[in-house]
């Protein structure tokens, strides 16, 4: 019990045993501390437990750029990773009327897309222009027929269009897969070296090489996609650079990298990496005279090396390997063609109406008009409004899935729609290096429990022996 003359004594409730009302602020500013964040280093509230264990796996995972995750400003909707590309996003807002705010990452504001809009307003404000001044009578011109045929064109844009859109959707799909297989493989890879428990050096040297060749993959696939010879090499000394830096490159190996000229211009995707998938099966070869190590064990290493081998092929044909030239210049001119004759359409219509209206206008204001100039007026003014949303809105959504089918094709970039490859190798990496941890600390809990195993069954027999003494003496 507390004196009353303890500075430090805090009231307590004599029936209940609960604190006072200074010992639930603190409790509730401690709280409020942890819900802003403020939870020190790692992140879960027990830093002087923890740190040791989680720092130094996120500091040998950082990648080239300080790791970040973070919603973008204005909005928070999607989540990207520290090039700027999504990695996240709310699926759950795409069902409110949210979505219609959005501007940040959607394809609409893509200048790709939204180019195409001032192209077609302008060859349609000439096409009605020339209409009103130029064409007698324009108000009577009768556009029917060239919208028919701009309708039939539409249709049949819309159907090839789909089917490219399936196309580029299922090539996507097998980029993206072969990616991520190969980084599965590295993770079995691994997880089959810890469980045959070989020398913990050859285990650093293949973990060196397989996380080396995963940024190497990914400069790659990125590197492919680029036509700037200076971007492509001043690209390849950063990541040269870090790597070294990072200890996954030694100087020799960078030298070997970098002075091979072997590779054809447009051929060079996986080079590298199959270069340092050789030094992993050279270390292979000395993994097979460690103890334990059983031929099928060997075996099923190998095979899973040949399974990342066979994800760096699949993933250099989809890349390099492109659709017919014929089928894509077709489709993007018949897009394109379909803009424009819309705009013509458009204009023209805009035209004849204008010039329907100027002439009614007169009519209109007289007094006593009948319904049919009245209906005849506004027939025109709903024609104008009507072909300006249509200017607006169609060519977009055509060069919108256009340019969605092209991202699709060549997923690997660094724009916001681009596939956030290096988060997936962040992924694997702090994985690795958690399974690396799970090992050693489960080997310290299983000799703990050997331990105490062995002194309980030392006590046991020595207090045998006692009893046995004891009987003796009796």
């Known amino acids: 019990m507390a004196s009353k003359d303890d500075p ?32 020190g280093c790692c992140g879960c509230g027990c830093c002087a437990r923890c740190c040791a264990i989680v720092q130094p796996i996120r500091e040998k995972t950082k990648p080239v750029l300080d790791k970040a995750s973070k919603l973008l400003p204005g909005q928070k909707m999607l989540k990207v990773n520290h090039r700027g590309k999504v990695y996240e996003y709310d699926h759950e807002a795409l069902l409110t009327w949210n979505a219609l705010l959005a501007t940040t990452g959607t394809i609409f504001f893509q200048r790709r897309v939204y180019i195409v809009c001032p192209i077609c307003v302008s060859i349609a404000v000439f096409c009605g222009v020339f209409v009103y001044f130029g064409v007698p009578s324009a108000r009577k011109l009768d556009t029917g027929r060239f919208n028919d045929f701009v309708t039939y064109i539409k249709v049949f844009i819309a159907f090839m269009l789909g089917l490219f859109l399936n196309n580029s959707f299922r090539r996507w799909w097998a980029s993206v897969s072969s990616f991520k297989k190969f980084l599965t493989s590295i993770k079995q890879l691994m997880y089959t070296l810890h469980a045959i428990n070989v020398r913990m050096a050859l285990f650093d040297e293949i973990e060196r090489n397989v996380v080396c060749s995963s940024y190497i993959l990914n400069e790659e696939v990125h590197c492919a996609q680029m036509i700037d010879p200076r971007l492509i090499a001043k690209r390849w000394s950063a990541i040269m650079a870090w790597l070294v830096d990072k200890d996954y490159l030694s100087e020799e190996e960078r030298k070997e990298l970098e002075s091979d000229d072997r590779a054809i211009d447009h051929q060079e995707l996986g080079v590298r990496t199959t270069m340092i998938w050789t030094w992993i099966g050279e270390t292979m070869s000395l993994v097979r005279e460690e103890p334990g190590v059983a031929p099928p064990m060997y075996v099923r290493l190998l095979f899973l090396c040949h399974d990342c081998m066979a994800q760096i092929e699949e993933l250099k044909t989809n890349l390099t390997v492109q659709l017919p030239f014929p089928y894509a210049h077709m489709l993007a001119v018949l897009v394109h063609l379909s803009n424009i004759l819309m705009s013509v359409a458009c204009g023209l219509a805009f035209g004849s109406a204008m010039a329907e209206v100027t002439s009614r206008q007169d009519e209109v204001e007289a007094v006593g008009t009948s319904r049919r100039v009245l209906g005849e007026f506004y027939e025109a003014l709903q024609t104008m409004f009507m072909q300006v949303a249509i200017l607006i809105i169609q060519p977009m959504l055509y060069q919108a899935f256009l340019v969605i089918a092209h991202a699709l094709c060549y997923p690997y970039g660094d724009e916001i729609c681009h596939m956030p490859t290096e988060t997936f190798i962040q992924q694997m990496h702090y994985e690795l290096e958690v399974m ?29 022996d006692d009893d046995e003494e004891d009987d003796d003496d009796d």
């Open 436 to 464: 690396k941890f799970g090992k050693q600390s489960h080997q310290k809990r299983r000799q703990e429990m050997e331990r105490q195993k062995t002194q309980g069954m030392i006590g046991k027999k020595g207090g045998k």
């Open 8 to 39: 430090v004594a805090e009231p307590v409730d004599s029936e209940l045993g609960v604190p006072k009302d200074k010992e639930i602020e603190e409790e509730i500013q401690e709280t409020e501390k942890l819900e802003k964040g403020d939870r």
